[in-house]
C-alpha cells in the first residue's frame, strides 16, 4: 500500500490535457509513467535519505515511500501520443487530445 501521494494538477487546453506533479528529491530513474486501458498512472519510490548517527532529527514532514497515482482521462485522449519530463522536482505528463475528437460546427439546416 503507497505510504504517501505525491500532489497533482490537471489542465487542459484545446490541444492536450497537462499533468503536472510534485516529486521533490527525486530522479527520474525512480519515477515510472504507464498508459493502460484509458488509465494513466504514475508510481515510483521517494527514498529516505540513510539516516545518520550523527544527525538529530527534530521534525519529518515529507512523504517518503513508495506511491501510486492512477488518472481517468477522457475518451479524447490519444493515449498513443503521450510524453512525459521531469524537472526541478516536477513531472509534466502531456497527453494529446484525438484528432476526431476535436469540436466542428455542424450546419444547422431550416426545415
Given at each position: 500500500?503507497?505510504e504517501?501521494?505525491?500532489?497533482a494538477d490537471?489542465t487542459?487546453?484545446?490541444?492536450?490535457?497537462i499533468?503536472k506533479?510534485?516529486?521533490p528529491d527525486?530522479?527520474?530513474?525512480?519515477?515510472?509513467?504507464?498508459v493502460?486501458n484509458?488509465?494513466?498512472?504514475?508510481?515510483?519510490?521517494?527514498?529516505?535519505e540513510?539516516?545518520?548517527?550523527?544527525?538529530?532529527?527534530?521534525r519529518?514532514e515529507r512523504?517518503?515511500g513508495?506511491?501510486?497515482r492512477s488518472?481517468?482521462?477522457?475518451?479524447d485522449?490519444d493515449?498513443?501520443?503521450?510524453?512525459?519530463?521531469?524537472k526541478?522536482?516536477?513531472l509534466?505528463?502531456?497527453v494529446?487530445k484525438?484528432e476526431h475528437?476535436?469540436?466542428?460546427?455542424?450546419?444547422?439546416?431550416?426545415?
Amino acid at each position: 500500500m503507497p505510504e504517501w501521494t505525491p500532489l497533482a494538477d490537471i489542465t487542459e487546453d484545446e490541444n492536450e490535457y497537462i499533468i503536472k506533479a510534485e516529486l521533490p528529491d527525486m530522479k527520474k530513474e525512480d519515477v515510472k509513467v504507464t498508459v493502460e486501458n484509458g488509465v494513466l498512472t504514475i508510481s515510483g519510490e521517494h527514498k529516505f535519505e540513510k539516516e545518520e548517527k550523527k544527525k538529530k532529527y527534530h521534525r519529518i514532514e515529507r512523504g517518503y515511500g513508495t506511491f501510486m497515482r492512477s488518472f481517468a482521462l477522457p475518451d479524447d485522449a490519444d493515449f498513443n501520443n503521450v510524453n512525459a519530463e521531469f524537472k526541478d522536482g516536477v513531472l509534466t505528463i502531456h497527453v494529446a487530445k484525438s484528432e476526431h475528437a476535436q469540436p466542428k460546427q455542424i450546419e444547422v439546416k431550416v426545415a
